[in-house]
């Protein structure tokens, strides 16, 4: 069974920063784009960046300039390191991936989330 676990979150004062890791275990074969994602009260999930198996990288604009998205494939992590935190990047963040596993079936993979809360 393939599980994606984030951690990282927490509460922060505005400017602050904080890094967050998506770690993906069980059987796996192969694994493709990886984002993440956040969810505020009341809103729609939207993206934050995604990266590439190539390391190609894509960022939402909001977030461009002070987050950075990274991966290590040895060990099916994936990073989010966020600086310059502002009040409204407060939200849950989630963790995707889409990657094969047993079956040899490419499907789409989402960790539990964890709360990111920029506050003084």
């Known amino acids: 069974q393939v599980q994606l676990v984030e951690s990282g979150g927490g509460l922060v004062q505005p400017g602050g920063s904080l890094r967050l890791s998506c770690a993906a275990s069980?059987?796996?074969?192969?694994?493709?784009?990886m984002g993440w994602y956040r969810q505020a009260p009341g809103e729609q999930r939207e993206l934050v960046a995604t990266i590439a198996s190539s390391g190609r990288t894509n960022y939402a604009d909001s977030v461009k300039g002070r987050f950075t998205i990274s991966r290590d494939n040895a060990k099916n992590t994936m990073y989010l390191q966020m600086n310059s935190l502002k009040p409204e990047d407060t939200a849950v963040y989630y963790c995707?991936?889409?990657?094969?596993?047993?079956?040899?079936?490419?499907?789409?993979?989402w960790g539990q989330g964890t709360q990111v809360t920029v506050s003084s």
């Open positions: 069980g059987i796996i074969f192969s694994i493709y784009d």
């Open positions: 995707d991936a889409e990657l094969t596993t047993t079956g040899g079936i490419r499907l789409d993979y």
